[in-house]
């Protein structure tokens, strides 16, 4: 069996490190630039893959250079693609982001080829294969016929979502076990600003959901009738480049749940693991692995 098994997008991310974020007509000098596979699902699976849990890839690509270029970084990182559906005229989608010296950043992101493939979805045997299911907000018929699929056979979805503007993304909402958003889009999707508030707005039968804030942390609430939310602080690092810390908490809160941790420690890992993403450059580059996760967690208890 595979471990986590990602359907959703992946990405070429040129990454430019910028002095400062110019004004419009203006122009700034490049510090650093570099190339990175990229993505809500794929950085999330590799994130998980560092861990050292098994991860698999099952979204499509094209046969175009950048496919190629993301097929080879997740094969370096030991992610199985056999599941990966290759089209003419698909791809990978593609973002430049710059980042300024406080770990800020500007994304200028084009899904559109992935969009095209947003309909094919793997085999049901697939999905059957996989302890842990991943989907994003990407390529929502995919990921629904997926999530229905684990429903099903009782394997647990995480839902690394964003956008709700797809017809279908409510359909998509009802079929995921494991609600890991960003604060902002919380508010945005249930119309409250206080994070108990939206978790209380975001319950539903069987569900835990989790709202990430960056440097303040993060807010959790278990399935149980009886749990209240609860507030997970951000752990202190230097942050270089913020890219992909929130696919990073994903992968990791997946690889927690393969691993039988409870919500707290899940919680506790995932953020770890975001921490030290947001240390170096370059997304996916930053993600540690198990023992860098396991050394700075036992510096820093509770």
Known sequence: MIDVLGIGIAAVDDMLRVPHFPEPDGKVRVLASVRACGGLTATALV????????????????????????ARSLRAEGIDISAVVRLHGVGPGHSVIAVDPAGRRVVYSDPSRTLAGAHVAPPPEVVRGARVLLVDHVR????????????????????????????????????????VVPLAFGRAVTG???????LRALRAPGRTSVLTAGAEGGWYLGPEPAAVPTHRRAFA?????????GDAFHGAYAAGLVRGLGLADRVRLASAVAALTATRLGGQAGLPDRATVEGFLASRPG
Do not use: K, M, N, Q
Request: with cysteine.
């Open 140 to 179: 929502v018929p995919a990921s629904i016929a997926a999530a229905g699929i684990a429903r099903e056979a009782r394997i647990p979805v995480v839902g690394d979502l964003e956008r709700s503007d797809h017809p279908r993304f409510p359909d998509l909402l009802d079929l995921v076990d494991h609600l």
């Open 192 to 198: 409250v600003t206080d994070p108990e508030g939206i």
């Open 237 to 245: 690092v230097e942050a270089i480049d913020t890219t992909g810390c």
């Open 47 to 70: 994130a998980a893959a560092r861990l050292g849990v098994s991860a698999a890839f099952a979204g499509v690509l094209g046969d175009d250079d950048l496919s190629d270029f993301v």
